[in-house]
């Protein structure tokens, strides 16, 4: 349980101040060994589309013992964070049911199955690397390793060669394999469940193989970026600039690069989910600012600050907020009189006036991202144009005229 003298360090309403006591009531860390379990036979399962016909979502795959039973410990588990309600599905579930024995290559070989690999970044570098502590242990590093994903590119491989793998010794499973023995070892995090201590550790091995960049204030920007969800990020961004923060885009940045950036970082400034999980590359008691994009406090967040005792800032820059905008709806970020108050207490320079005057085209284009609010907007819009009021269809016609002249070049 982690104890506080104040809240200095957070800029947020007292809805989010008590969402915040309640994450420092949640024990987090997995004190207790991880487990580990060695399969005879045991058949390793690429991932392929269910009856669902969903990524990531109940697909088949996994580890199965030789009767096809599936292995739960082969399973990347998520479950929904404790202290607000966010479901998942399972996201494999073992042995497609076309597949027969027959059809199973055999290799004689003793295996360490690492998992899914997703090709989120952010649930890589949470999920992908969570069994690798098996190989903290300098005499496991003689078994080769398997793992399943999706069709394409597995663009965040490289992790494995900074923590010690050679690639010659990772193999991509894309047809049921038997092996002698396939060692499943636990994850040693789970999404908003627990970390335990041997995450750590694997995430300081990979950094161990880098070289820190010299950039003392950093800032990570999503804005520009085509699967931006945060709307409006930019006039922040803007400020953090002019204060003297070093800005970059991570998708544009190698995986090298990025752990360089920021195990060198004293200070790292990001939007809440996985732009602010990037912290956990960054060296211990260092301090990250998060902007909050949605009322939430992630989790991942509160166990990364917590592993690596990094001093927490947190912002509220958030008009308003629902379920889905934790997960997959786009966010609206706009100038709350907390991210002010943040400015003052860090004395950046700051024009309240420019970021004024670019929220309503930042509403516009949120608008836009939302698909249903626009369909609703445009149906309403068809209704008046064509009402039998003729107050109503004058009234229209001059607002449509209104807009066009504002937002149409």
């Known amino acids: 349980m982690q104890e506080l003298k104040n809240y200095d360090h957070l800029f947020c309403s007292d809805e989010m ?3 915040y006591k309640q994450e420092c009531q949640t024990v987090y860390e997995k004190t207790i060994p991880l487990e580990v379990i ?5 058949i390793v399962h690429p991932l392929q589309l269910s009856e669902t016909n969903m990524v990531e979502n109940n697909q088949f795959g996994g580890v199965t013992d030789e009767k096809f039973n599936f292995i739960e410990l082969s399973l990347t588990n998520r479950v929904s964070p404790p202290n607000f309600v966010c479901n998942f599905n399972k996201w494999y579930k073992g042995a497609n049911p076309n597949y027969n024995e027959l059809q199973i290559n055999y290799v004689d070989e003793d295996v360490v199955f690492i998992g899914a690999l997703s090709k989120h970044y952010g649930h890589f570098i949470l999920e992908g690397l969570a069994r690798l502590w098996f190989h903290l242990d300098y005499a496991n590093l003689k078994y080769k390793c398997v793992y399943i994903s999706e069709d394409g590119e ?6 494995f060669k900074y923590f010690g793998i050679e690639e010659q010794n990772i193999f991509k499973i894309t047809k049921p394999t038997k092996f002698r023995t396939v060692i499943v070892p636990e994850q040693s995090i789970r999404l908003h469940d627990f970390y335990h201590v041997k995450y750590k550790e694997t995430i300081d091995k990979i950094k161990n193989n880098i070289k820190p960049a010299k950039y003392d204030k950093v800032y990570f920007s999503k804005a520009g970026i085509g699967n931006n969800r945060a709307v409006g990020e930019a006039s922040i961004e803007q400020v953090f600039i002019k204060n003297n923060f070093n800005v970059f885009h991570p998708e544009n940045l190698s995986m090298y690069e990025m752990i360089s950036i920021l195990k060198g970082c004293k200070v790292f400034a990001a939007t809440s989910a ?12 260092e301090t990250f600012i998060c902007l909050n994009r949605s009322a939430h406090f992630h989790p991942i967040q509160t166990m990364i600050e917590r592993m690596k005792n990094l001093e927490s800032i ?3 820059v958030f008009l308003f ?3 889905k905008n934790f997960g997959c709806a786009p966010c609206l970020l706009v100038p709350t009189k907390y991210l002010f108050n943040f400015y003052e207490a860090r004395k950046f320079f700051f024009n309240k006036f420019y970021h004024y005057l670019n ?6 284009k949120f608008v836009d991202a939302n698909i249903g609010v626009t369909q609703s907007l445009i149906q309403l819009y068809l209704k008046m144009k064509t009402s039998r ?6 009234g229209t016609r001059s607002m449509h005229r209104l807009y066009r002249q504002i937002f149409v070049r």
Request: charged letters at 25%.
């Open 314 to 316: 947190y912002v509220d």
């Open 274 to 285: 996985t732009n602010i999980h990037n912290s956990i590359f960054m060296s211990d008691r």
């Open 38 to 42: 060695r399969i005879s036979n045991g």
């Open 389 to 394: 009021w003729k107050i109503v269809r004058s």
């Open 154 to 159: 597995d663009k965040f491989n490289d992790c």
């Open 321 to 323: 907020s629902s379920s």
């Open 17 to 19: 101040l008590n969402k």
């Open 359 to 364: 929220t309503p085209r930042y509403f516009v």
